[in-house]
């Protein structure tokens, strides 16, 4: 028997939606539930063939037992080596250089200093900073956010120069993302599974939380296309198996604004009814073939074109 499993926190509707349509799908050798640990022991398989992590983010130990799993045989979704490596100021950088069209953006280090350092231990930093480039190519508004995290929290949109200052001496310790804000006509959220199943969701963000899914954007033929390319190109060189893409588009250009997002969503009362249906079953059907493939004690992780070309020593984009 393959077993699926779903490490996961607080979340209610998808896990259980989940487990419950890849058991209903009866296949044979097959049965999905709840991860269940009881003890991490170095080197040993942990008897899962696939499991979908959705909280590891939140939980150190959890993170340390899936990159054991994953070094067992487990396909890990999504990997969770890439996923400690990644943040979103570097998916940015790849951004730019494979096609994607990004917001102009800067990195900053934090207000405070990080626990353990004095100003000593900065020899190699300017201070101040170039601010007067750094606002120069940003330009005002300007969105502020963290280089790692979700959820809306700690993002500020800042109208001018004093406003930036007022607002970073309110961030602590966090390292921030200065980019420039893309005034939109059109806003897209975009669940990728597997590299190859797509579901561009119209979204509002400018709506009230309930009623973000309900956007009235009917892109045309040719502009889903453009859009599902850039996410399939994004995923492709992050090597996420699940994750979504936010697309702002200005001029009709689709500029991908959030796309590290490997435990996206997934709720029934936020995303609503036919895309927690898409959702669900895409990604039942992608963990079956996952566990149906599963080479047993081999490396059955996702690894993205980044790390593959890197390792290879060969060019980002042919
Ligand atoms: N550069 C930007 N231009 C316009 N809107 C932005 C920009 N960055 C963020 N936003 C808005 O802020 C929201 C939250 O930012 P986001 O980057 O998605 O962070 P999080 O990971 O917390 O969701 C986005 O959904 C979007 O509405
Ligand atoms: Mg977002």
Redesign the pocket.
Known sequence: MKKIGILFGKERTFPEAFIERVNSKNIDGITAEPVHIDKVIQGEPCGYSVIIDRISQDVPFYRAFLKNAALTGTAVINNPFWWSADEKFFNNCLATKINVPV?KTVILPSYDLPTDTTGESFSNLAYPLDWESIFNYIGFPA?M?PFA?????N?YKLNDKEDFYAKHNETGQLVMLL??????EE?YRCYCIGGKHVRIMPYE??NPHHLRYVAGFTPGAEKLKEMEDIVLRINKYLGYDFNTV?L?LRDGVPYA??FC?PAPDADRNSVGEENFAWVVETAAGYAIEKAQSNEEGKDNLTWGEYVKRSADKVSLID
């Open positions: 917001p969105y956010k995290g979700g959820g809306w929290k993002v980019q420039e804000e893309i005034v939109f806003y963000p400018r936010e702002a604004i959030d997002n």
